[in-house]
């Protein structure tokens, strides 16, 4: 069984620049949540993809958006970077939207804006 | 804002010491998960808590629920240099948010041999 993987691992990009980050879900697992975590802060809820649609979406613009693939992986993009987007990227999935249920986390793409 | 507010941000101790962790808010939370994040990695979920006054043990590590489901410690007898990384708590409040969780800001242990 294969854990929950994200690319790339490392980026680097400038301001008013575009990125997309990738997330593989874990097999059978057909929910996927993205958070933000900031140096020295605990992840923020970005949003959450089931079942390919957005279903749930915390306190982030509009220029944070996201997919959700019929193999259940995911992409967040980000237009119009800012100083203030640097941060982890933590992609999450879980087997189906119950409560309780356990997320997995991959090991997270780390994005400076310079 | 975080809804969760963690205590101490920071613990710096010897091997042997013990340690308490707290997790508070003022929200109530259908559920309560404490995670544990290494450099470079991603949290990995330690236990979830789903009862008011709910006690569960992980060999020497024992987490509690507040009986209101407001709050939550995390204590850890007889520390170890292995026990050293990110203890992060996060609540679930179910409902719309259901699935989305709200995590505190950390507290980052350092266990010294």
């Known amino acids: 069984e294969t854990g929950v993987t994200q690319s790339p691992t490392h980026l680097i990009k400038t301001r008013g620049q575009q990125v997309t980050l990738r997330c593989s879900s874990q097999?059978?697992?057909?929910?996927v949540s993205w958070y933000q975590q900031a140096l020295g802060q605990g992840p923020q809820f970005i949003f959450q993809?089931?079942?390919?649609?957005?279903?749930g979406r915390g306190n982030f613009p509009p220029r944070f958006s996201g997919l959700q693939f019929p193999n259940y992986s995911s992409e967040l993009n980000v237009n119009a970077l800012e100083l203030d987007d640097s941060a982890l990227y933590l992609c999450?999935?879980?087997?189906?939207?119950?409560?309780?249920?356990?997320?997995?986390f991959g090991p997270g793409t780390r994005l400076t804006v310079l | 804002t975080q809804l969760l507010e963690q205590s101490p941000q920071f613990l710096s101790i010897q091997e042997g010491e013990n340690l308490t962790v707290y997790c508070n808010s003022s929200?109530?939370?259908?559920?309560l998960q404490w995670y544990r994040q290494e450099p470079g990695e991603g949290p990995v979920l330690l236990v979830t808590?789903?009862?008011?006054?709910e006690v569960k043990k992980l060999k020497r590590l024992t987490f509690q629920f507040g009986d209101a489901r407001k709050d939550s410690s995390l204590h850890i007898t007889a520390a170890q240099p292995g026990d050293t990384g990110l203890y992060l708590c996060?609540?679930?409040?179910?409902?719309?948010?259901?699935?989305?969780?709200?995590f505190g800001r950390g507290t980052q242990l350092t266990v010294w041999p």
């Open positions: 999450a999935s879980s087997w189906d939207r119950v409560a309780y249920n356990e997320q997995f």
């Open positions: 097999s059978g697992h057909n929910t």
């Open positions: 993809y089931y079942r390919e649609e957005e279903n």
């Open positions: 929200s109530v939370f259908s559920s």
């Open positions: 808590v789903v009862t008011g006054g």
């Open positions: 996060a609540g679930e409040r179910g409902g719309s948010t259901l699935g989305r969780l709200y």
